[in-house]
DNA sequence: GTCTATACGAAGATAGAC
DNA sequence: GTCTATCTTCGTATAGAC
């Protein structure tokens, strides 16, 4: 159910994301909705955000030590998952919650996830062997540039703004370049 | 009208953007709304894209015959505005749209403005001297990643993201390098 | 735990008076 | 043109039976 609220997040956005429609889309009995999530759908959103997380933070882990290049490669690797997946239908459930919240709960969750995303890849980089202010800026500069390829290749129904943003990040993270 | 709506719309989305908030946040009267806008809330969403639109585009246009940096930096500022203006609560509202829209329509609409934003920004590149592919290539890491960090400071609370994509934008954007 | 039924509010849209 | 009143739909949340 979870997995499935982060689906419909990540295609339709908050709003989309009724109790209705989560429970159409993975066959859940209704009747238990509050009984595992007492706190609503704050909570369930919550649960959700917190499971995004997670699961991007996991496939990231296993390049620790590898070259940036590498790194880059595994997180332009994540989003193209997501969107050869749909056809290019879904996007990044965090996003959708930091554009069109009005809980600021949720927003404020979100912020802590995009600061750890950060972080975590900053840290790889260098790990990898980068020097502190250059490894943020890279980081940076990497989940700006693909959460937004992914946003115009949503609009545009194409992976050429994906696949341009791809090739620049990965001459980006060459040694020496920033 | 039009442009509080492009304002709700950027910080709050599109079912955050009611009638009711329209009118409130501008003081229009609120018997004549389907009188100017027949089409209800599609029209009035879709005026505020075209609107939105225009206004980037127009922006941009004074740079046509500078060099590819002078160009970025005009973009650039273009964003840095709108989260000044707003303490970085503020968005882009054809984003807002694309990722969180019912209506098909009006996520088409968004995909023309996207692509439109694409092919202008990579003809004043290519006026600017640079060949064909590069400059739709520096075009498209431009708008991806600019419009990913102004997500990431709506966010964070925090200028970072946009400046360290800032910083790699304008360096993308020296001759010579893509 | 899971069900049905229902209360409650929000928002889009329409009708008709002025 | 602008107003008020109202209809309808939808989604969250609760209550209570099984």
Redesign the pocket.
Known sequence: MIAGAVRLLATRGVEG????DVLAATGT????V???FPG???ELLHAALDYASEHALAVMEPTRGKPATVVVKRFLALWRELLDRSDLAAGCAVLAVTVASADATLRDYAETICGAWTDHLAELFSVSGMKTAPARQLAATVIAATEGAVVLCRAQHTWEPFDHVAATLLSLAEPGVL
């Open positions: 994301t009724s109790f209705a009995p209704r009747g238990s509050y009984h595992h609503g759908k704050t």
